[in-house]
């Protein structure tokens, strides 16, 4: 898989510069405070860098990435609910890349969720009739997907932004207009004792409190239903490589780099069982292709990259995916 046919070059510039402006108005002069690490817990930081105006800092004990100190939950609320970037994302950037997306992303993670769904609910017969939600749906890609491969399944999203939640309802999604936070049991359209899986994708990056998100997700959950989520990995290949000048490392959105190890750690502080992590990601090598002479220079990874040929160069991303080293991670959890 190639970048550009997920993230066309322009219109994912365009995304990232309106972010850096929101950054400034939104983030600016809010208060900030110093906190542990979001995985482990500990006290022990290393500082990384600074990148637009916010600082990073590496856990010494699981080598977890994130933005210390942090603005305020109130204030990631407001950035997500009103943000010129946000809505450029929901609008421009998913208008032109959902064709791509879906074919490339969206209906083969439908069909990872629902063969683990047989695997681990087998008894509950979850594939045939219940629950799947989706938490920040977005366009709700991943709902529709979902629905044409397991019909019979009770299929919503969750998703608390205004404009998202109108595309949602257009495409005829049942749809919890809320932060995973505010929600209730009471909110979600299951049965007392119905079965379920959460679905979380590319979102734990962005969570201002990640421990009390995932308490708030399995608190929604009966023992044992299912959560399965993506998120960055920041011991990855090319956020390791371009570090500060990876696009992936773009605050205010990206604030959490987990790693195979941290994530595990963090998924078990919230009462949960982690059942498989993996990185089975497509896009380091390309990243690193599109990123050499822009915003990198190095003469190991040029030739290197240069010399592999084509089929190379896929067998050396199957290579990071199979290792544990590809920045793209996905979690298999289950609630205790």
Known sequence: MKESEIRPEAVFNQFLALAERDAKYYFGEVPRAHVN???????????????LGFDYETCRSCETLFVNPRPSQDAFRR????????????THFYEQTEAARRERIFAPRARAVLERIRKYLADAGTAEGGWIADIGAGYG?????IRKIAPKANVFAIEPSPDLVRICRRKELTVVPK??????????PVGPNERGTFTSFELLEHVQDPKAFLGSC????????LFM???LNGLGLDIQVLWEKSKSVHPPHHINFFNPRSVKVLLERAGFLVLEV????KLDVSILENSLGKVFSDRFWGNFLAQLG???????QQFLADHGLSSHMMVMAQCR
Not at 218 to 225: E, T, V
Request: glycine letters at 6%; aromatic letters at 14%; one cysteine or more.
């Open 37 to 51: 690490c979001p995985a482990c817990d500990r006290a022990g930081t290393t500082f990384a860098f600074h990148k």
């Open 79 to 90: 950035y997500y609910c009103e943000a010129p970037s946000i809505k450029f994302w929901a």
């Open 141 to 145: 890609v991943f709902c529709e997907e």
């Open 179 to 188: 932060f995973i936070e505010d929600a209730e049991r009471a909110d979600l």
């Open 218 to 225: 399995r608190s929604l959950l009966r023992p044992g239903d």
């Open 229 to 231: 989520l993506t998120t």
């Open 278 to 281: 993996s990185t089975p990601g």
């Open 310 to 316: 084509e089929d190379g160069k896929e067998q050396f």
